[in-house]
């Protein structure tokens, strides 16, 4: 009997009067807004201007949902499309089921349509990203854990979770997998953190960085996994995807670091202008004090050249032979 393990919540729905708060929408929610938050941060680190992340996500945000949904219908169609089983259900997205690798994919759609309306490159708004949507991966691994759902083998591991009965599932303590992909997933967002320091990653290799770090981890904890999935050649099918995904991603930065090495110097056009805007109002400003100093030097020439009260001083202009003024020679 397994005395020390994780409980899961009873219920994954809190009713706040009327409005039911579901437990895998919040983490959800939360994962986005940090995503959002750090990638601005890192954004503005970069020289683009505060807001332009979450003028990008508006766009990139639903499309990742609408592509996170279809990967999870199109590769588990069985639940929903099965004799018994009630289509619908395929849009009741707040009961779980989101693919990263379609969310991902297709938030990639909506980013590329965000950015091409800002006239900013793609690769380095990713770049902001990644590690952020790492930390995003993270917490939404929790609406899991409020679903009962994606956990591995049975264990007596003192941080087993334990499961209770329910549809599809049946009493017992089992590897917490959404506890170890979301520990994996705070570390990949570390490991971006500290290689775009120390390498200064440019080009989108910070983001298929994070694509390979998390795809190396995703395929050992998908294996531990119990629930019903499709397999290829007595492989699950997103161990085969995250092999595939993990190849490309690394191919990907071995090429861009030989063809495009370094990191954008630019990477929002409008800030940097408005930099070069600023710089040059600081400059006009300082004219008129330089203007200033200048007649303030003038009036004291003229001063110096002109008689005073008692009719002392050098006259301003001489009189030639003929009796017309001429000016003084000052050079």
């Known amino acids: 009997m397994n005395l020390a393990y994780i409980p ?3 219920t994954g729905v809190i009713e706040l009067g009327p409005i039911p708060l579901r437990g895998y929408a919040f983490c959800i929610i939360i994962g986005v807004f940090v995503a959002v938050w750090f990638g601005n941060k890192r954004w503005i680190a970069r020289g683009g ?7 990008i996500a508006v766009w990139a945000v639903p499309f990742g949902l609408v ?6 219908v199109i590769t588990d169609y069985q639940l929903y499309f099965s004799d018994g089983e009630d289509w619908v259900d395929a849009f009741k997205i707040w009961e779980g089921g989101l693919g990263i690798w379609g969310a991902i994919a297709l938030g990639a759609v909506g980013a590329w349509i965000g950015c091409r309306r800002r006239g900013i490159p793609l690769p380095a708004w990713a770049d902001a990203l990644a590690p952020g949507i790492a930390f ?16 591995g083998k049975p264990t007596d591991l003192p941080w087993a979770v334990k499961i209770s009965e329910g ?9 917490p997998t959404f506890l170890y992909e979301s520990l994996w997933c705070v570390g990949v967002a570390l490991l971006v953190i500290w290689a775009d320091r120390r390498f200064k990653l440019g080009h989108g290799r910070a983001f298929a960085l994070y694509v390979a770090a998390y795809c190396a981890g995703r395929g050992w904890i998908e294996y531990m996994r119990v629930d019903e999935a499709h397999h290829v050649l007595g492989l699950r099918l997103n161990v085969w995807t995250a092999i595939v995904v993990f190849v490309l991603a690394v191919t990907y930065i071995v090429i861009s670091a030989k063809k495009r090495p370094g990191r954008e110097e630019i990477v929002e056009p409008d800030a940097a ?5 600023s710089g040059k109002d600081a400059s006009s400003q300082d004219t008129p004090a330089e203007d200033s100093a200048i007649e303030d030097s003038s009036a ?15 006259e301003a202009t001489e009189t030639e032979s003929d009796g017309s003024p001429q000016k003084a020679d000052r050079s």
């Open 49 to 55: 201007k505060a807001g332009t992340v979450a003028d």
């Open 273 to 277: 202008r408005s930099g070069e805007d």
């Open 8 to 10: 899961s919540p009873s």
């Open 167 to 175: 549809a599809n599932r049946v009493e017992g303590t089992y590897h």
């Open 67 to 72: 592509g996170g949904r279809l990967y999870h």
């Open 136 to 151: 995003a991966q993270a917490i939404g691994r929790w609406g899991n854990w409020f679903n009962q759902e994606l956990y």
């Open 300 to 314: 004291e020439d003229s001063a110096a050249g002109t008689p005073g009260a008692g009719g002392t001083g050098t």
